[in-house]
């Protein structure tokens, strides 16, 4: 079992950067499939972006593809979410996902259905 804290939430002007973080409690980080997802107030929590184990592959939505970047250091049991020119409806709760994955398994995961453990959420506002 995993257990995963999000932190690097706040208040942003549009145009704004902010770098997300998910550190894994466990000492086996490599052995999950990460994603990050997000969810609007009234709206169901959608997909933004996943990456595999050794952070090869990594998968985008197209809503934030060329402004946002998953990356993990496998080292340190953390994932993040570079986010880049940010714009206002890039504004609700964020949050960090793990899959159990088996070895030899190189995919990431899209689905809100994927995933096994998630965090507590973060808030990411972004004003106009």
């Known amino acids: 079992q995993v257990q995963l804290v999000e932190s690097g939430g706040g208040l942003v002007q549009a145009g704004g950067s902010l770098r997300l973080s998910c550190a894994a409690s466990g000492r086996t980080f490599s052995s999950y499939a990460m994603g990050w997802f997000r969810q609007a107030p009234g709206k169901e929590r959608e997909f933004v972006t996943a990456?595999?184990?050794?952070?090869?592959?990594?998968n985008y939505a197209d809503s934030v593809k060329g402004r946002f970047a998953i990356s993990r250091d496998n080292a340190k049991n953390t994932a993040y979410l570079q986010m880049n020119s940010l714009k206002p409806e890039d504004t609700a709760v964020y949050y960090c996902?793990?899959?159990?994955?088996?070895?030899?398994?190189?995919?990431?995961?899209?689905?809100?259905?994927?995933?096994?453990?998630w965090g507590q959420g973060t808030q990411v506002t972004v004003s106009s």
């Open positions: 990456i595999n184990w050794s952070g090869g592959s990594t």
């Open positions: 996902a793990a899959r159990k994955i088996s070895f030899g398994n190189d995919y990431y995961y899209t689905g809100v259905g994927d995933y096994d453990y």
